[in-house]
């Protein structure tokens, strides 16, 4: 069983910046992705970000050159970067990892951009 715990999230004016958190409790070398979820009201979940143990990183047009994942393994913790904010980007952010096909999920943060 893998628990993923995130923090990070808030309100922050257009063109802010905030970093988002996620504490696995296992350890990440051993998960086959790792990657960054959102969902805004009325809408689908969607990937913003997903690292492979391939070594790759892809994100969705919408966030590249503004949001960057990062990712910590003396702490099995995982980051998004999230520069230059935009209204558009407003939704509940999710940590997920893939364990041997078996995926796993945070309980969300609330990212919200408003003036």
């Known amino acids: 069983q893998v628990q993923l715990v995130e923090v990070g999230g808030g309100l922050v004016q257009p063109g802010g910046s905030l970093r988002l958190s996620c504490a696995a409790s296992?350890?990440?070398?051993?998960?086959?992705?790792m990657g960054w979820y959102r969902q805004a009201p009325g809408k689908q979940r969607e990937v913003v970000a997903r690292?492979?143990?391939?070594?790759?990183?892809n994100y969705t047009d919408s966030v590249k050159g503004r949001f960057t994942f990062s990712r910590d393994n003396t702490k099995n913790t995982v980051y998004l970067q999230m520069n230059s904010l935009k209204p558009e980007d407003t939704a509940v952010y999710y940590c997920?990892?893939?364990?041997?096909?078996?995926?796993?999920w945070g309980q969300g943060t609330q990212v919200t951009v408003s003036s």
């Open positions: 997920n990892a893939d364990h041997y096909g078996i995926l796993y």
């Open positions: 690292f492979s143990v391939l070594g790759t990183t």
């Open positions: 296992g350890n990440i070398f051993s998960f086959n992705a």
